[in-house]
């Protein structure tokens, strides 16, 4: 069992910076693959990032490519979302997931609650 809890969202300006952190609990969190997925009002949950157990593979969404990096540290059991040049189309409820690798929800065994991040134009 892994739980996951997100924190750092908040409300920012177009244009600013934002970094998520997802704690885990557990002790096979070197073990999972960790993905971040988002949901903004009135959509389907969308893929953000995604990084291997060993945090050598990263994939990252078409939407936040070139903006957005993910990290991990296994010792903290945490991953991190470094948000950049956000845009108001950015404004979302941030999940955290974790388990098998890949880009699609059904890959991941646990999620967090979720943060919400908005972003102002």
């Given at each position: 069992?892994?739980?996951?809890?997100e924190s750092?969202?908040?409300?920012?300006?177009?244009?600013?910076?934002l970094?998520?952190?997802?704690?885990?609990?557990?002790?096979?969190?070197?073990?999972n693959?960790?993905?971040?997925?988002r949901?903004?009002?009135?959509?389907?949950r969308?893929?953000?990032?995604?990084?291997?157990?060993?945090?050598l593979?990263?994939?990252?969404?078409t939407?936040?490519?070139?903006?957005f990096?993910?990290?991990?540290?296994?010792?903290?059991?945490?991953?991190?979302?470094?948000m950049?040049?956000?845009?108001?189309?950015?404004t979302?409820?941030?999940?955290?997931?974790?388990?098998?690798?890949?880009?699609?929800?059904?890959?991941?065994?646990?999620?967090?609650?979720?943060?919400q991040?908005?972003?102002?134009?």
């Open positions: 069992q892994v739980q996951l809890v750092g969202g908040g409300l920012v300006q177009a244009g600013g910076s970094r998520l952190s997802c704690a885990a609990s557990g002790r096979t969190f070197s073990k693959a960790m993905g971040w997925f949901q903004a009002p009135g959509k389907e969308e893929f953000v990032a995604t990084i291997s157990a060993s945090g593979t990263i994939v990252y969404g939407s936040v490519k070139g903006r990096t993910i990290s991990r540290d296994n010792a903290k059991n945490t991953v991190y979302l470094q950049n040049s956000l845009k108001p189309e950015d979302a409820v941030y999940y955290c997931a974790a388990g098998n690798w890949g880009i699609t929800e059904p890959q991941y065994d646990y999620w967090g609650q979720g943060t991040v908005t972003v102002s134009s």
